[in-house]
C-alpha cells in the first residue's frame, strides 16, 4: 500500500529496544515537527480551504500524539530530551530543486510530508509486530493508522492541486530517491534514521 521501495531491516527494533528513552524523545519531536508542518501550509496556503480545515485537524491530531508519547517518556521517569536533526528529512527535501510556482511549490510540499508519514507507518507497523514491550507495541500499533491516514490525504492533496501524472511521476521519483536515502540510515534509534 505505502509503495515503498525498500523496507526497514527488522533488526533497526533491536537497535531501538536498546535505548527507548532516545526512540521516544525522536519520536514526540516527529510528532511536533508535524504539527509545526501542518500549520506551515496553513500560513503558505490560507486561499485553499479545504487543506486549511485538514491541516487545523492535523495539527491539532499530531500535537495530541506529541502530549501521549511525552505522557510515556514522564511515565518512566525520563524527561523530554532536546531535539535531534532528522536526517532522514534533511537529506529528503533535497530532491526538489527550489523555485517554481506557488502551486509547484505546494505539491512538492505535500509529496514531502505523504513520503514522511508513509516512512512513519512503516515503522510503526514493525515497531508494533517486533517489540518486545507489549504496551510500546500496542501504542505504535494504533499510531501506525493514524500514519497512514495522513500519508494517503497529502497524497490526495498533493493529486488535487497537480496535474495527476505529473504528480505520480514525482512520487514515483521521490519513492526511489528515498529508498537511496533509507540505504544509508536505520541504523540509529530514531523514527526515521
Known amino acids: 500500500m505505502l509503495g515503498l521501495k525498500l523496507p526497514t531491516d527488522p533488526r533497526w527494533v533491536n537497535i531501538v529496544e536498546k535505548n ?64 535531534r536533526k532528522d536526517e532522514y528529512v534533511l ?29 512513519s507507518c512503516e ?6 509486530e517486533e517489540m518486545n514491550d507489549l504496551g510500546l507495541a500496542e501504542f505504535y500499533r494504533n499510531l501506525m493508522v493514524s500514519e497512514a491516514n495522513h500519508y494517503t490525504m497529502f497524497l490526495k492533496f498533493a493529486r488535487k492541486y497537480g496535474e495527476r501524472d505529473v504528480v505520480d511521476e514525482k512520487w514515483q521519483q521521490l519513492l526511489d530517491f528515498e529508498a537511496t536515502i533509507m540505504q544509508k540510515l536505520g541504523k540509529k534509534e530514531t523514527i526515521h534514521g
Open 20 to 83: 527507548i528513552e532516545e526512540i521516544l524523545t525522536d519520536h514526540a519531536y516527529c510528532e511536533q515537527k508535524a504539527a509545526s508542518m501542518a500549520i506551515s501550509l496553513i500560513i503558505g496556503f490560507p486561499e485553499k480551504s479545504e487543506l486549511v480545515k485538514e491541516m487545523t485537524a492535523l495539527a491539532r491530531e499530531e500535537m495530541g500524539h506529541f502530549n501521549m508519547v511525552h505522557d510515556k517518556i514522564v511515565k518512566r521517569g525520563w524527561v523530554l530530551g532536546r531535539e
Open 91 to 119: 537529506e529528503l527535501m533535497k530532491f526538489f530543486p527550489k523555485g517554481g510556482s506557488r502551486e509547484t511549490h505546494l505539491v512538492h510540499k505535500l509529496l514531502y510530508a505523504a513520503m514522511i508519514e508513509a516512512r
Open 123 to 128: 515503522r510503526f507497523r514493525l515497531l508494533s
